[in-house]
């Protein structure tokens, strides 16, 4: 109950939008502010008229002039400690002041149309928005995708970046040291600039997954958080053309957003929505700027399923709808990725909604195709456009419980958390001008882009620009003699045409997604591959983990080559008289056919 001596907000008790933003100031401001109709208490006032207090709100101060209108709701909403900003601004700054009184005079004067939106923006009764089981719950399931990231990397790193790997790290360190002398560690921010080994590597990804089950179960969390994004930055640059992915750069901004939204979750939830905003958003734009016929003609999902990176067998079966259905997806491609993000920067209910949307749309993509963790982080920031007052009708008491065992924010919290948020804002904003092509940073802004740009704070986003129509595969083929030949496979990407195409969700096959982009560019583009035929002919055992299929599994080949082949989905009648998933067709050599004759010795065969 109010203090005796309380601030009075006195209010039109006929009116319906008041009672409605009054039932929303009692919660906010708990106690410290009292409420009252002026047809109760009218007579005590008699220095304010009935026409005033009918036109707006007034604020009875102890020893103070009263305050009415805009003025008189930004003081409330201070004195209940809810917010202090706008009161602030409203104070400092006299044009705020005009253009909010101006806003309270036309709202005050349709009080009828302001309910009926209000109760479509934010529903009934009007409430403060928590946050607290949201956020709880939000930076569980990040841990989840921390875990499926470290630990389907680590599982594929000693193969890939390890000393016996493809790409091996320490020789692109040392290189990268050798170039750019002290620079090279603002550049390159990396643990692994201590040790390299392939012993090392495996140590970070391993402490990763352990950190991501400490923050499953809520162990530590303000520890955990910042080390997490700082072991999978690591891995990130270590990892060359292998990590070069647009998810790894979304966990790390995801990752950082999560150590301010432990801090200050209201400020941090709406620092994740607008990054989901300027995410989906750019991804609905670079589709259009890109000036592919296929998405200007709608038909771009006529090649999608066939031709994505790693497709599943229910791929096939949307591979084979009516034209009309996949015009119809591309339509809704385009709702969700140029509409619906205009949805999360409002209200409530049309915040719900598009959660619902975006929901909807990843998980049509994750029956679809194998995108790893991609979609699961999306699904995650969905969450964070709901709020308490609508997750907990669905879930159980005992996890609310826990979720409400809040830890108290350290009164450094702001000193730590404003100026981070300030960089990322100012970061992000100078991105997503360069990418809406309204700007370009130059100057100092373009000094603060380039030397945040390794720590992946902030991010340019875009996704499938251009689509592909052709669908080419890169087959690594050994033989002993030169003229029978023996197919590699890789877990999850085509190859023999009678296996059904695999679900990889949420691991990350990342050379089966390497060798779907160099099968679109040419071999000088690729050199890498040149590590990859080394290591098969040298039968590196922590290569070969890398393929479900070794042909060779006692000595490695003598030789080996890269085919390039057009694979594309069989229709039902194919498949009938076949059993194939796919046609595939020879289209010629990728890489020449390379010779191993002594053990430290490599050229091309007759």
């Known amino acids: 109950m109010p203090r005796g001596d309380a601030p009075l907000l006195i209010y039109d008790g006929d009116c319906a ?8 100031a009692r919660a906010a401001t708990d106690g410290t502010v009292a409420f009252q109709p002026y047809q109760a208490v009218a007579g005590d006032y008699p220095g304010i008229s009935e026409a005033q207090f009918r036109a707006a709100v007034q604020l009875i101060q102890p020893e103070l002039p009263p305050l009415a209108g805009a003025a008189a709701t930004f003081r409330t909403l ?30 005050a004067k349709n009080r009828g149309a302001a309910l009926r939106v209000s109760r479509w923006l934010f529903g009934e009764p009007l409430c ?37 790997g493809i790409l091996p790290a320490r020789e692109f360190l040392a290189a990268v040291g050798g170039s750019y002398g002290f620079e090279r560690y603002p550049l390159l921010p ?71 939204l432990d801090w200050r979750p209201h400020l941090g939830i709406w620092l994740y929505r607008w990054l989901l905003f300027r995410f989906l958003l750019l991804s609905g734009l670079v589709k259009l700027w ?34 009309w259905a996949l015009r119809a997806g591309v339509a809704c491609v385009f709702v969700v990725e140029l509409v619906v993000p205009f949805l999360v920067l409002l209200p409530r209910r049309p915040r719900r909604l598009a959660a619902i949307l975006i929901a909807l749309f990843q998980l049509s993509i994750i029956l679809s195709g194998s995108y790893n963790f991609f979609n699961l982080l999306t699904l995650c920031l969905c969450l964070l456009l709901l709020d308490d007052r609508y997750l907990e009708r669905y879930l159980p008491q005992w996890l609310i419980r826990r979720a409400n065992r809040q830890r108290r924010c350290h009164p450094a919290a702001g000193g730590i958390a404003y100026p ?5 804002l100012l970061l992000s904003a100078l991105l997503l001008g360069a990418s809406l092509h309204w700007f370009r940073p130059v100057g100092v802004a373009g000094r603060l882009v380039y030397w945040s740009s390794p720590w992946h704070i902030a991010n340019s986003y875009g996704l499938f620009a251009v689509m592909t129509t052709e669908r080419r595969e890169i087959l690594l083929e050994g033989s002993r003699d030169g003229r029978q030949w023996r197919s590699y496979e890789l877990p999850y990407k085509p190859g023999d045409p009678g296996r059904a195409p695999g679900w990889a969700t949420p691991l990350q096959p990342r050379l089966d997604w390497q060798l779907w982009f160099a099968a679109m560019q040419s071999p000088a583009e690729n050199r890498w591959i040149q590590g990859l035929v080394a290591g098969l002919l040298k039968g590196e055992p922590p290569i070969l983990r890398l393929f479900t299929r070794n042909p060779f599994p006692e000595n490695p080949p003598r030789y080996l080559r890269a085919s390039l082949y057009r694979y594309r989905f069989t229709t039902y009648e194919e498949r009938r008289e076949t059993g194939n998933w796919w046609h595939r067709e020879y289209l010629g050599e990728y890489w020449p056919v390379t010779a191993w004759r002594l053990p430290l010795e490599r050229d091309t065969a007759p």
């Open 78 to 107: 201070e004195l209940g400690g809810h917010t202090r900003i706008p009161a602030r601004l409203y104070r400092l700054l006299p044009p705020f002041a005009v253009v909010s009184e101006w806003g309270y005079r036309l709202v």
């Open 17 to 24: 939008f008041c009672r409605y933003c009054v039932h929303y």
């Open 420 to 424: 981070a948020v300030a960089c990322y």
């Open 190 to 260: 990396t643990l692994l600039w201590l040790d390299a080994s392939t012993g090392s590597i495996l140590a970070v990804g391993l402490a990763g997954c352990g950190l991501s089950l400490l923050l499953v179960v809520d162990r530590y969390t303000r520890l955990v958080l910042p080390c997490l994004y700082l072991l999978y930055l690591s891995l990130l640059h270590v990892a060359q053309r292998f990590m070069a992915y647009q998810w790894d750069i979304l966990l790390l901004e995801c990752g950082f957003l999560a150590m301010l």
């Open 290 to 323: 890109s000036g592919d016929p296929v998405w200007r003609d709608f038909s771009a999902l006529k090649y999608h399923f066939e031709t994505q990176p790693l497709p599943n067998v229910v791929a096939w079966y949307a591979d084979q709808l009516p034209d």
């Open 128 to 164: 403060p928005t928590t946050v607290t089981s949201t956020t709880w719950l939000f930076l569980r399931l990040l841990a989840v995708v921390y875990l499926a990231a470290f630990g389907s990397f680590t599982w594929q790193a000693a193969g890939l970046i390890g000393e016996q």
